[in-house]
């Protein structure tokens, strides 16, 4: 069974930085074979895109974030990253990511102005 660890969250005040990574268990050796996306969401609304970053590494952004942020990921550790810089409060949310419909359980991010 695919299990997806989100870490990396925490406090940071705008204009500060994080990177979040995204661990995944259960896939052997096929995680290579996996796109990866990122997804937010704040208190009170819908979960929302963030990135995506396929398999080979073609990444893809939310217009929001574009810029600020950068999709990454080490097939050999079953692991994806999301660099975030230039934090901004809009920032601040639960952040999952998603494998084949497979999702972890999140880690917060909060982002004070």
């Known amino acids: 069974q695919v299990q997806l660890v989100e870490s990396g969250g925490g406090l940071v005040q705008a204009g500060g930085s994080l990177r979040l990574s995204c661990a995944a268990s259960g896939v052997g050796n096929t995680f290579s074979m996996y796109a990866v996306g990122w997804y937010r969401q704040a208190p009170g609304q819908q979960r929302e895109y963030v990135a995506l970053i396929r398999r080979g590494g073609t990444t893809m952004y939310a217009e929001s974030v574009k810029g600020r942020f950068t999709n990454s990921r080490d097939d050999a550790k079953n692991t994806a990253y999301l660099q975030k810089i230039s934090l901004e409060p809009g920032d601040t949310g639960v952040y999952y990511c998603?494998?084949?419909?497979?999702w972890g359980q999140g880690t917060q991010v909060t982002v004070s102005s």
């Open positions: 998603d494998i084949a419909r497979y």
